[in-house]
């Protein structure tokens, strides 16, 4: 029987902390704030906006939510962006992806001041992470790592295997697991013996996004498995990448889904939002 990492346990505790540090903050005469971008109707994008302005809510921040109508245009988004990132109580500007198919997502990333990229999808931010100076994670690898310590596993030295290799969690979550000294393989489509690969690994994390897809044979006994995925299985439940009923016997701990990593990204998203809030503060007070 596996320790299952309660996603939902750990946030609540990540965040009670951001909230305690943002009053810290609030009496020095700074309240983070948090801009939100959204283009057109995406109901899961619309839902996850109201979850991160419901977030930012709760903690005491302040957010700003600018719904753009679909047929916005790259130049109306970008002059957007360009406002806030000179808007000075705005301390991190988020653009929902994915954007409508007409607008160029890697622009708009790179038009979005580093200094208040608190998604770290910025390519300043991603190379900061690279060489392991940075101020800003990506918000779901840091999640899985705060996961990680909570349980109070060493990477150090172990077998770390990712699956999934996008620039949002597999890339940057093989380097969060590589800064901290596991000895790090990242999986792909292209993989060959992928069973094989994954039936080593001490860690095991699966961000695929495919519904159920690491079975019971894909996993060494006594692993911990961190499930990135969110999909909808045959019956329409939410389901992780990991076929949890399968794995959770063989695994020393796992996450569930829902209520695993899923929580922690809001979660790393209102730590990011107070770093640059306490930077901005910094830089105040020197002046
Ligand atoms: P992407 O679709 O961008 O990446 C999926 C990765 O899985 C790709 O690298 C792909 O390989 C790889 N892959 C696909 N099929 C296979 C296969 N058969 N064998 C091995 N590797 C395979 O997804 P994301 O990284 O954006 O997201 C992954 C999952 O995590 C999704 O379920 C998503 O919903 C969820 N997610 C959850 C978040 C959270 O807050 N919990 C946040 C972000 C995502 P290749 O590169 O070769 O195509």
């Known amino acids: 029987m596996a320790v299952i990492i309660s996603g939902k346990e750990v946030s609540a505790k990540v965040r009670a902390e951001v909230k305690a540090e943002c009053e ?27 979850n991160k302005k419901k977030a930012c809510a709760e903690v005491g921040f302040v957010s700003e939510e600018y719904a753009l109508p679909e047929e916005t245009s790259q130049e ?49 931010n991603v ?24 349980a109070g596993i060493d990477v150090s030295g172990k077998n770390c295997v990712v699956i999934g290799r996008s620039n949002i969690v597999g890339k940057p979550m093989a380097m969060l697991l590589l800064h901290e000294n596991g000895t790090v393989t990242i ?37 911990v498995v961190l499930d990135v995925g969110i999909n909808r299985d045959e019956n329409g439940k939410l389901c992780g990448d990991v076929d949890f009923k399968e794995v959770e016997p ?8 829902p209520g695993g990593v899923g929580p922690m990204t809001i979660a790393m998203l ?18």
């Open 187 to 223: 999986c792909h489509s292209r993989t060959k013996n992928l069973k094989e690969v994954c039936a080593n690994a001490d860690i095991l994390v699966a961000a695929v996004g495919k519904p159920k897809f690491v079975k019971a044979d894909m996993v060494k006994d006594g692993a």
């Open 250 to 257: 063989k695994a020393s701990y796992i996450t569930p889904v």
């Open 270 to 287: 209102m730590k990011n939002t107070l770093t640059a809030a306490i930077e901005r503060g910094a830089s105040l007070s020197a002046n």
């Open 76 to 124: 109306e988004l970008l002059q957007l962006i360009d406002q806030l990132n000179h808007k000075p109580e705005i301390d991190g500007i988020l653009c929902q992806l994915p954007l409508p198919k007409h607008l160029d997502e890697k622009a708009v990333i790179n038009a979005i001041a580093p200094e208040k990229d608190v998604d770290a999808f910025h390519p300043s």
């Open 24 to 50: 810290q903050l609030k009496e020095k005469g700074v309240t983070p704030g948090l801009a939100v971008i959204i283009v057109g109707n995406d109901p899961a994008s619309r839902v996850y906006v109201n």
């Open 127 to 150: 190379g900061k992470i690279m060489i392991g100076d940075y101020r800003f994670l990506p918000c779901t690898p840091a999640g899985v790592m705060e996961l990680i310590h909570h």
